[in-house]
């Protein structure tokens, strides 16, 4: 990838290893709409868990891109909760990797009142929220 790795620094917590790569290049390693970085977490983890009886999950950053992104999610999910309030309509999501889809359900739960849901199949998959029903 032509790629001038700086420092890579390692750490972990019970079921994850974090990996912080540090480079000039840290567009090239991103990937547009973080591609990049997602395929070689991807492969990183499939490696290291192939021989293993225990799975481990991967988590590599660099430039704080996994902070900004989720920054990023949280704007678009305030959005999306304000029509929804506004509107009484659901609201759909562009299509998302699975790392995002997971962090918008979890961050709707978490402010509660909303239902979400997963539709669609492969790289077209997407979130949608909607009021909740309330339970009687």
Do not use: W
């Amino acid at each position: 990838m032509n790629i001038n790795i700086n420092d890579i620094k390692i750490s972990h917590t019970e079921d994850t290893i974090n990996i912080e790569i540090s480079t000039n290049s840290g567009n090239l390693l991103i990937g547009r709409a973080g591609r990049c970085i997602n395929a070689l977490e991807y492969v990183v983890q499939l490696m290291l868990n192939k021989n293993l009886n225990a799975r481990v999950k991967v988590s590599i950053d660099t430039e704080n891109y996994r902070q900004k992104q989720k920054e990023r999610l949280k704007t678009i999910a305030n959005k999306a909760i304000e029509y929804v309030k506004r509107t009484k309509k659901i609201y759909r999501f562009h299509p998302m990797s699975t790392k995002e889809r997971k962090f918008i359900h979890m961050y709707l739960k978490n402010i509660g009142g909303f239902d979400t849901f997963s539709e669609g199949e492969g790289l077209k998959r997407k979130v949608g929220v909607k009021l909740a029903v309330e339970k009687k």
